[in-house]
């Protein structure tokens, strides 16, 4: 009673590609894969950026704004 057997999916998947047909679900998968490929490149892009120009102690030191939750409940 837990998990669907195979043929609960097979009949889900018939009611879906009933109801959207399958061009738009062609569609709906391109979009889908489009849009994981570009934030993958975009991951890349971000991480190259960040390695290309790392943080100096000074320019780490110079963001005060943070607030150190920690050492604030404990005072």
Known sequence: MGAFSIWHWLIV???VVMVF???KLKNI??????AVKGFKD???TGEADAAATPL???EV???TSAI???TKQKS
Do not use: Y
């Open 13 to 15: 998947l018939l009611i």
């Open 56 to 58: 100096t102690q000074s």
């Open 21 to 23: 047909g399958t061009k």
């Open 68 to 70: 150190d939750v920690e």
């Open 29 to 34: 998968g391109s979009d889908l894969g489009g």
């Open 61 to 63: 030191k110079k963001d």
């Open 42 to 44: 975009g991951m890349k």
